[in-house]
């Protein structure tokens, strides 16, 4: 496949398919009806012929009399067969004015990473470094695409309202909530976390066995402890992720089809659980930062494109870690930011502004969604303790490496009733013959 596209390159650039009139007339008058292509500018900008032919072919599979099972099988055989010619010629129209060989070359990488992706469920390290390198080439055009691309053949699940633990969002009100998001980057929700919830996730996280990160062997003579407020080892403590997901409490938050409901919305398509932390943040260091605890500012990218729910498990003020976040960073950066690492407060303060950064305060309970493509960092603790609870979402599970989590024990009826509606969305879970009885 990919030796036709290289043949394909040259012509590809050197001749239009049609010209950008005839071109963006000749989509209005085919697809005005496609509420989907109108709501993402970066396909309705695609140029490919292929492209239009294969969209047709999509409304074809939806028009069948079978189950969706099955048209999900058609969609997923008609996205293997085309996604990477799609891809390349949207690359071909690209005019990256910086890097333009090494967009190319990284570009054929994360085809190929991609579809070894999809043969083995592996991201190898080769395929993950190229789509954060797309990132920051394309100033985040390359992520916007691909995650509309493959909302044609992942579409959002359609979900009842029987499991709503926390209520998040009404649904006259989630076009808002997504619209700030996509505005400034994230949201503050009114409603906050049971204050019964919180005190059994604190008493949880209190005894649970945490890895010490960073690890100081001057400090402590194990990498692993249980987390002493009044002797604190180490600027952050994580709990292992196996064990946050066997907490009935937490099963049913990443249940709760109000917050996957926001988060299909906000991607347009389904979605996928990716990760779970919790972690105890420390004042060991008296405000000065530790970049490995994420204390200077910085932009993530674990997945083409994801958001995170944090959940305040303890109040957070100015001293004791506020999340510090830079409104509309996650829509694009100024060229001297384009780059992976970590980044001073002068280097964004110079080019953002003090005033559109947001330090973001809140009582026990408070729930955030954000785009953390955007920069942001915790800040120092200058004193104090703070619990933090992050589940992530994404669109696939292509990106930074992750394993199963395996569930043994009973689920609660909650997350079993939302693996039956959205099972992708569950996809690294791992059900033994225990948990399913």
Known sequence: MLDILFENRVSLKLKKIFSKADRFFCKLARYRHYKYLFRNKFIIDTPSEKFLSLVLELQDIEQQLIDESEKEKLRYSVFRRD???????????QKIRSAHNQFYDTMIIFIEGYECYCDTGVTTSEAYYSSRQLYWITNGSFNEFWASFYGLF?????????????????????????????????????????????????????????????YYPELST????????????????????????????????????????????????????????????TDLLKGASD?????????????????????????????????????????????????????????????????????????????????????HKGKALEDGERLILMLTFSTDLFGAPYSSIQLSDQLTDSLSISMRYSPYTYARLTLTSKAVE
């Open 222 to 281: 194990k990498e692993y402890l249980i987390y002493d407020r009044h002797n604190p080892k180490s600027v952050t403590y994580r709990i292992d992720e196996q064990e946050l997901a066997k907490n009935l409490d937490i099963q049913n938050l990443i249940a709760d089809f109000s917050v996957i409901s926001m988060v299909q919305e906000y991607f347009g398509c389904r979605a996928v659980l990716r990760n779970i932390s919790m972690w105890w943040s």
């Open 83 to 93: 996604f990477s010619s799609v891809l390349w010629a949207w690359a071909c129209e």
């Open 291 to 375: 970049s490995s605890s994420a204390q200077l500012y910085h932009w993530d990218g674990d997945a083409i494109k994801f958001i995170n729910i944090f959940v305040y498990l303890t109040e957070v003020t100015t001293h004791n870690g506020p999340h510090c976040f830079v409104r509309n960073s996650h829509r694009s950066k100024p060229p001297s930011l384009l780059r992976d690492g970590r980044f001073s407060d002068q280097e964004i303060e110079d080019f953002y502004g003090k005033n559109n950064i947001d330090e973001i305060v809140g009582k026990k309970g408070t729930i955030i969604a954000a785009d953390t493509r955007a920069f």
């Open 154 to 214: 992942f579409p959002k699940y359609l979900l009842p309202n029987q499991v709503e633990n926390l209520e998040l969002i009404k649904l006259k009100d989630l076009q808002n909530v997504v619209g700030e998001i996509k505005k400034n980057g994230y949201h503050i929700f009114d409603t906050k976390l049971n204050s019964e919830i919180s005190d059994r996730l604190v008493s949880f996280a209190e005894v649970s066995l945490c890895k010490l990160s960073p």
